[in-house]
């Protein structure tokens, strides 16, 4: 079994930031990549950053040269360092990992940007 675990997310004036973690623990062997999805009221859930064991990120337009995804040298955390925040980044981020395969979710935190 796989647990992730997120935290860091809060309230936070429009251009401010905010820190995501993600401890991930459990049969992490083979994980091929993990990465941040968000969910905002009435809408799908979308990609947000996202990184391989290799190293390789991602990001979703809206969030290029904002977000900046990293990983530890032991691939068991996951950060998502968020700046210049906007209103329309406000919605619960999710951490996932994709091992051999299969994906597995956290609980999800709260961002929300207002002022």
């Known amino acids: 079994q796989v647990q992730l675990v997120e935290s860091g997310g809060g309230l936070v004036q429009p251009g401010g930031s905010l820190r995501l973690s993600c401890a991930a623990s459990g049969n992490l062997f083979r994980m091929y990549a993990m990465a941040w999805y968000r969910q905002a009221p009435g809408k799908q859930r979308e990609l947000v950053a996202a990184?391989?064991?290799?190293?390789?990120?991602a990001y979703a337009e809206s969030v290029k040269g904002r977000f900046t995804i990293s990983t530890n040298n032991a691939k068991n955390t996951v950060w998502v360092q968020m700046n210049s925040l906007k209103p329309e980044d406000t919605a619960v981020y999710y951490c996932n990992a994709r091992i051999m395969n299969a994906d597995y979710w956290g609980q999800g935190t709260q961002v929300t940007v207002s002022s």
């Open positions: 990184i391989t064991s290799g190293g390789s990120t």
